[in-house]
């Protein structure tokens, strides 16, 4: 049932933005953190509580990204719960509803996020220049021990190194466990592969 409606919903996206916009996973968060405002808002969630949830959120450790979808669908179920609401029922609604409109419209709407930089589709990243993270280390080779390399930044060293420098030092632990493989840092965010 669940897959009937998730490959409806991708056809749409493709028919409408195309493939790129339905795999740009980054994309797909943002969508997901705007209608999650939005039903914040329509249940008269203060403007003030919204942004200190989203402060505290980036103020804490990154989670793992199948973790948190887990939680994203987890809360919806318990607020369909408390609303009395059948999601199955309410998404096959808005599907029918979307399905009803233009691509025209749909085109316009999605420029209009675009513009407002609320999209993430064909936007350029400009790193800030206090970005808590970084992709690139900056790698120096200890005196005497050419050959080997370790960063400056995050004190990674050989097999101590996450895939992506975190920005900022790890914590003897953080380094212990991705030597360990165990912990490792990519795209911006922590995660714990799976052994
Ligand atoms: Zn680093």
Request: proline share 4%.
């Amino acid at each position: 049932m669940e897959d009937t409606l998730k490959q409806r919903i991708a056809k749409f996206v493709v028919n409408a933005w195309g493939a790129d916009c339905l795999y740009d996973r980054k994309e797909r968060a943002v969508r997901v953190l705007e209608e999650a405002a939005e039903l914040a808002q329509a249940e008269h969630v203060a403007q003030e509580t919204a942004h200190r949830i989203v402060g505290r959120v980036y103020f804490r450790p990154c989670g793992n990204v199948f973790e948190e979808a887990g939680d994203v669908f987890f809360t919806l179920l318990a607020w369909a719960w408390a609303a009395d609401s059948d999601l199955e029922f309410l998404t096959e609604k808005r599907m029918e509803r979307a399905e009803g409109l233009s691509l025209d419209y749909l085109r316009k709407k999605h420029e209009e996020k675009r513009a407002a930089g609320t999209s993430m589709t064909g936007a350029v990243e400009v790193p800030e220049p206090n970005a808590k993270w970084r992709t690139q280390h900056v790698l120096v080779e200890p005196e005497g021990q050419e050959g080997v390399a370790g960063c400056t930044v995050c004190g990674g060293f050989e097999g101590s190194l996450p895939l992506h420098c975190p920005g900022t030092a790890m914590t003897v632990e953080d380094e212990q466990q991705v030597y360990a493989r165990a912990l490792d840092f990519a795209r911006g965010i922590w995660w714990r592969p799976r052994v």
